[in-house]
T-cell receptor, first 112, second 115 residues
């Protein structure tokens, strides 16, 4: 498959473990945040989002936590599966703008 | 419902040439955005089109241009190719463009190699 990035931070976990992927965002005026998953040879895929008036949001096996004080976002994946292996990007959007700014990404490797 | 389709998937060009990439959005989506993805710079926004008009533009030189047709299909063009233009070019479509209101759906991308 195609490589989406070199020298990315990498997180290696065993199947069944919980994974936590972190992201530091840059703009204190950002009011909306998105996590994307990009598998080899594919484009990014929306996973979950959160608005700045929330601290936590849960989806199916995923939870996003937002700490505005330190401008930090995290994605927690429960019971990680080999199919979760991918590059994960956080993105932020400033109010009034349509376009998100993407972080550099973290490569998640899940070992069976 | 078909997803976002980008053609071609792979392209090899030489410096100085120009290239046109195509994107067919999901049916009913009126906003199409283009991104450049490289190992060094990550995902960077190029431009966004809505109803045949360029509504937002990223910080790229004028060699990068695009257009959108009445059926929402979009093309982007890069003229006078440089080695640094080698990248994965991604197209994303959404209903109206504001990612806070509409999910952006990405195509698989066009891998451009400039020799």
């Amino acid at each position: 498959g195609e490589s989406v990035g070199l020298h990315l931070p990498t997180l290696s976990v065993q199947e069944g473990d919980n994974s936590i992927i972190n992201c530091a965002y840059s703009n204190s005026a950002s009011d909306y945040f998105i996590w994307y998953k990009q598998e080899s040879g594919k484009g990014p895929q929306f996973i979950i989002d959160i608005r700045s008036n929330m601290d936590k949001r849960q989806g199916q096996r995923v939870t996003v936590l937002l700490n505005k004080t330190v401008k930090h976002l995290s994605l927690q994946i429960a019971a990680t599966q080999p199919g979760d292996s991918a590059v994960y990007f956080c993105a932020e959007k400033v109010g009034g703008s349509y376009i998100p700014t993407f972080g550099r990404g973290t490569s998640l490797i899940v070992h069976p | 419902k078909a997803g976002v389709t980008q053609t071609p998937r792979y392209l090899i060009k030489t410096r100085g040439q120009q290239v046109t990439l195509s994107c067919s959005p999901i049916s009913g989506h009126r906003s199409v955005s283009w991104y450049q993805q490289t190992p060094g710079q990550g995902l960077q926004f190029l431009f966004e089109y809505f109803s045949e008009t360029q509504r937002n533009k990223g910080n790229f030189p004028g060699r990068f241009s695009g257009r959108q047709f009445s059926n929402s299909r979009s093309e982007m063009n890069v003229s006078t190719l440089e080695l640094g233009d080698s990248a994965l070019y991604l197209c994303a479509s959404s209903l109206e463009g504001d990612v806070a209101k509409n999910i952006q759906y990405f195509g698989a991308g066009t891998r451009l190699s400039v020799l």
